[in-house]
């Protein structure tokens, strides 16, 4: 029997001898691994949707009435070219006016007789790239020649800009304490499965099994036990995130409430975590936990 089949076996024969606690231990590990998994989720929904806000914002550039084809070519070209600046989008006046009646839907006789005296003048609707450049951005198109005026809300903006850098703090936040949290339950109770095995322990030392001998099938055991559950709270997170995204688009775009990301562009960062994380807490936990019985 070559060394790899013999931890493999003996990892394998140290979880089906301990089934109650084995059992008990992975139910937590699945546990810790399935708020993991909701705040990965959280996370990148939130994400999604602050971003989707920032490419909304923009600025609007109204348009001199003296200009020629040529010079909203020209104007077109140059906001382009500025950086922070996304895709650039020419209304002429008729399109002004029908986005005013789209506007006053229900009361479009307000309007009547107006698209023939061009009180809308043709503008550019600037979209960013960068949000972060808006400020700039709005100075260089002010600064080109043809353009009247601009209409931008700052105060919007900024606000996008302060609650994206507070949600990515507060979420990357939580994010840490829910990790080390859940490395110190879990080695705790994976100190729990190896107490129960110290008998063992002191035996395979007092017949001359060196620290590292020792140590190896409880390391393959803990790794079993990690990517097991691993597996489990991947099969069952993504289950249940099916189903929520299953029914609640309609219901979340009726009451404006953020979209949900399809799970098709999520499942291979959960999946990568758990693995990592439940072949990481397996092994460390189950290193550090034999530490106090292999002191010489």
């Not at 806000?53 to 040529?70: P, R, S």
């Not at 698209?115 to 400020?135: R, Y």
């Not at 703090?169 to 829910?178: D, N, P, Y």
Request: aromatic fraction near 12%; include cysteine.
């Amino acid at each position: 029997m070559t060394t790899q089949t013999y931890l493999i076996k003996e990892g394998y024969e140290n979880l089906r001898k301990h089934g109650s606690k084995t059992l008990s231990t992975m139910l937590i590990i699945c546990a810790t691994m399935l708020v993991i998994g909701i705040f990965i989720l959280l996370f990148q929904n939130v994400n999604r949707n602050v971003e989707i806000v920032k490419i909304e914002q923009g600025l609007q550039a109204f348009i001199e009435d003296t200009a020629t084809d040529e010079d909203i070519e020209y104007m077109k070209d140059e906001i382009l070219n500025i950086s922070g600046v996304d895709s650039v989008n020419y209304l002429n006046k008729q399109q002004a006016y029908d986005d005013a009646k789209s506007a006053f839907e229900g009361m479009e006789y307000f309007l009547d007789g107006l698209e023939n005296v061009n009180v809308f003048p043709a503008s550019f609707v600037v979209k960013f790239s960068n949000i972060e450049l808006s400020e700039s951005v709005k100075k260089s198109v002010e600064e080109i020649e043809g353009i009247s005026k601009i209409k931008y809300n700052s105060d919007t903006i900024e606000a996008v800009i302060s609650i994206s850098r507070i949600a990515n703090v507060f979420l990357l936040g939580i994010g840490a304490v829910l990790l080390v949290v859940s490395i110190f339950i879990i080695s705790n109770t994976i100190k729990l499965a190896v107490y129960s095995n110290k008998r063992e322990v002191f035996i395979m030392r007092y017949i001359g099994a060196t620290n590292k001998f020792i140590r190896k099938p409880f390391i393959v055991e803990g790794a079993i036990m990690g990517l097991v559950s691993a597996i489990i709270s991947f099969i069952i997170i993504s289950l249940v995130y099916v189903v929520i995204y299953a029914r609640l688009p309609q219901f979340g775009s009726s009451l404006g409430v953020f979209g949900f990301l399809p799970y098709s562009k999520l499942w291979y960062q959960v999946l990568a975590t758990y693995v990592i994380l439940g072949l990481f807490i397996g092994t460390f936990g189950s290193s550090i936990s034999l530490k106090k019985y292999l002191k010489v």
